[in-house]
């Protein structure tokens, strides 16, 4: 398929594979941020053409993963709810909160819809005026700003029925606490689809502060062995900087128009990771203006109390410090089809992607 | 029933890990029996001189028509592909309709007449029926169910255990995977994609027959249905003394079943078919075996991916496009979307 099909040339693979080789001195560690990378590497198989010097890490960067769990306790609260119709990305759906999951109260009759983008969860509202229509709002730079579009929409349309519940996180904040909490890292493979929001400016702090490099990657298994190399090529220059490998995407100054949408409706707030805690500005609020389609504002609802699983190293592990095998859940108590954790569900997740793809 | 389930989910009927799970500690566990046992696409019952083949199977696919086939053509070509790939020659097939009041009569005339065509190419004969039809919404249009008998020769009966697969044999599949998944996707409108992918539906005892009749060492067949090629492979291989290794690149994918699944981040490989059977073949009869299932209309695309390997006994890998590595498990679920 053509601009794909040349991405995944086994013989560009091979070459840059013998060229990291040939470049690496010394062990490092590489971070991937996205949920995105996470499957790809697992996909492709990339450890396996890796040398052993360089070790790949998953971080933060599945928005499932991240979400706390009395997030997915307040959505099953409100899928209960006679007048409500749950909107919602696929991945979502079999996520665990302390008592129940989306998909359990669709199957005990909740109206929880999979959609492939808020525009599909407008029309839900548009059709359905007498219920309220919730859409799940998750993701990080990639997914806000449709959010955005979509609130500044059922605003000029008049779909006064139609609701956000926002878990939009921003990515920066957590690369930042990492490093702060001493994960060795030598360098971060950049989120692609963010970096298409956002540029590349949101990462310059990354060098001059930690002096580690960044590498804006694509998905596909040239761009990451590129992307390596080009990290590789940092670390032994000793020349930390943000480059962007995925250049047919993004732009240095990112997508203006949707950083401007961003900015319309969304505002800064302090927020909770999994496996991070409370990062300052790491959350996106909704604006005051739009209230009215703030779902946390508007739709009032009593959400159970929060039971962490015990066992679950979700947390370590999206920090980077242990890997899936590690947990002593992994593959036993905690599967797809039955997760304890989050990082087991989403198909982006650390957990779900070892499980399918290396155990 | 050990379950930590109080209510079926959907993932339960998407023929992955959860539908594996409540086949075993529930239905097999209760109905127990050493025919049964076997879990195989059909169940050979012995009878004297010839064996028999009787399998069944139920339809409820959304929507009734889509690109390549219906409803009426699935619910026959499902049945009759179950008993040819135990090895059988597929005879007689009985079905049962469940209406939902309110469907249009043409609409019904037509997945009537298609099952009569697709019976009639495939050479078998509806013999027995029952209709049913309930409450609007009590179901959703239209349900069929169909069982079939077919008749097996008894040296053929081990094909459906693959009691005889081993180390060397090669893996034969005859053609591109993903189609008639991709296809049912793209055909609900709920997505507005339009994208140029039809289903591979097709009764295949033709095509299997004309496999058989080469005398070549056939070890096993199954069809690769709902859960797709990945499901097929990681069942066939779990807890065996021999593992399974298959090569990314000899998998044919066609360009809009590609590009759908880079949009919804599926695999293809666990996407469902509905005219494809993997075989498993002796390793000196492999070549011969694809060259006669290419000149077979539904085989024109069949190529070797993969082989029976002493490495990796219980699991099997798949070699990637780019030179990695990768293991195939058995879905636990649907597959879902990603976010981004």
């Keep these: 398929m053509k601009y794909i099909d040349e991405y995944r040339d086994k013989e560009i693979v091979r070459l840059l594979a013998e060229e990291i080789k040939k470049t690496v001195t010394k062990p490092i560690r590489l971070m991937e941020v996205c949920g995105g990378h996470t499957m790809s590497i697992q996909k492709y198989g990339i450890p396996y053409l890796l040398p052993e010097e360089v070790e790949l890490i998953s971080g933060p960067g599945c928005p499932v993963c991240v979400t706390s769990r009395t997030y997915i306790d307040r959505a099953v609260a409100y899928s209960r709810l006679d007048d409500v119709i749950i909107t919602t990305y696929g991945d979502l759906i079999r996520v665990p909160g302390s008592s129940s999951s989306l998909d359990r ?40 700003p449709s959010s955005a579009a979509g609130i500044i929409k059922a605003q000029m349309a008049g779909i006064t029925n139609f609701y956000l519940y926002s878990a939009h996180k921003v990515m920066p ?84 128009k949707a950083q401007e ?59 980077g410090v242990s890997k899936p095998k590690d947990c002593k859940l992994f593959g036993t108590v905690c599967t797809p089809s039955d997760p304890v954790g989050s990082c087991m569900v989403s198909n982006e997740g650390s957990c779900a992607a070892y499980y399918l793809y290396n155990r | 029933m050990k379950n930590k389930f109080d209510t079926i989910l959907l993932g339960h009927g998407s023929g992955g890990q959860l539908s594996h799970d409540l086949i075993t500690d529930l239905f097999t566990k209760h109905f127990d029996n050493d025919i049964l046992r076997q879990q195989s696409d059909s169940a050979i019952l012995e009878t004297g001189k010839n064996h028999l083949a009787y399998t069944t199977d139920s339809f409820v696919v ?15 070509a499902g049945t009759v592909n179950d008993l040819a790939v135990s090895g059988a020659c597929p005879l007689y097939l009985s079905v049962g309709f469940i209406i939902e009041e309110g469907l249009s009569f043409s609409d019904l005339e037509r997945v009537v007449l298609s099952m009569a065509e697709e019976a009639r190419k495939a050479g078998v004969r509806i013999v027995t029926g029952d209709t049913k039809v309930v409450d609007r919404g009590k179901c959703d249009k239209l349900f069929i ?22 180390i060397g044999d ?36 033709g095509l299997i027959k004309s496999a058989m009749e080469t005398g070549a060492q056939i070890s096993f067949m199954r069809d690769a249905t709902r859960g797709g090629l990945g499901t097929v492979i990681s069942e066939l291989v779990k807890s065996k003394n021999y593992g399974i290794r298959l090569m990314e690149d000899r998998l044919k994918v066609n360009d809009g079943v590609k590009g759908m699944c880079e949009l919804l981040g599926f695999d293809p490989i666990y996407v469902a078919n509905e005219g494809k059977v993997v075989m498993v073949v002796a390793e000196e009869d492999a070549d011969r075996v694809v060259a006669v299932l290419k000149q077979h209309p539904s085989g024109t695309q069949t190529s070797i991916i993969g082989e029976i390997t002493n490495d990796h006994q219980g699991s099997a890998w798949l070699e990637t496009l780019v030179g990695g590595k990768r293991i195939i498990e058995m879905l636990s679920g649907q597959q879902l979307p990603r976010i981004c």
């Design chain 1, 105 to 144: 109260e669709k199957a005990n009759g909740a109206d929880v819809r999979i959609v492939y983008s808020i525009l599909d969860a407008l029309m839900v509202a548009k059709k359905n005026r007498r219920k309220k229509v919730i859409f799940l709002g998750i993701g990080f730079e990639t997914t806000a």
């Design chain 1, 173 to 256: 904040p957590a690369m930042e606490t990492l490093i702060d909490e001493g994960v060795q890292i030598d360098g971060y493979i950049g989120p692609g689809h963010v970096s298409t929001i956002t540029g590349k400016g949101i990462y310059l702090n990354i060098p001059e502060k930690y002096g580690l490099g960044v590498v804006i990657s694509g998905f596909e298994p040239v761009d990451l062995m590129q992307s390596i190399l080009m990290l590789v090529q940092q670390i032994e220059n000793k020349e930390p900087k943000v480059e962007i490998e995925y250049t047919r995407a993004v732009k240095p100054e990112g997508n203006v």
């Design chain 2, 170 to 205: 090669k893996i034969i599949i005859n053609g591109s995977i993903g189609d008639h998944g991709m296809a049912v996707m793209a055909a609900r409108n709920e997505l507005n994609i339009s994208a140029d992918i039809t289903s591979d539906c097709a009764c295949l005892n």
């Design chain 2, 62 to 76: 959304d929507p009734l028509f889509f690109p390549g086939g219906d409803i009426g053509k699935l619910a026959i």
């Design chain 1, 261 to 319: 949408m961003l900015d319309e409706v969304f505002e800064y707030r302090d927020d909770w990771w999994r496996g991070l805690g409370v990062l300052e500005n790491s959350g996106l609020k909704i604006r005051d203006k739009y209230a009215m389609h703030d779902a946390e504002v508007q739709i009032s609802v009593d959400v159970e109390p929060l039971i962490e699983p015990k066992g679950c190293i979700c947390g370590d592990i999206l920090r």
């Design chain 2, 145 to 166: 169910n169909t069982s079939g008998i077919g008749i097996l020769d008894k040296q053929h009966v081990p094909i459906s255990s693959g009691s005889n697969i081993k």
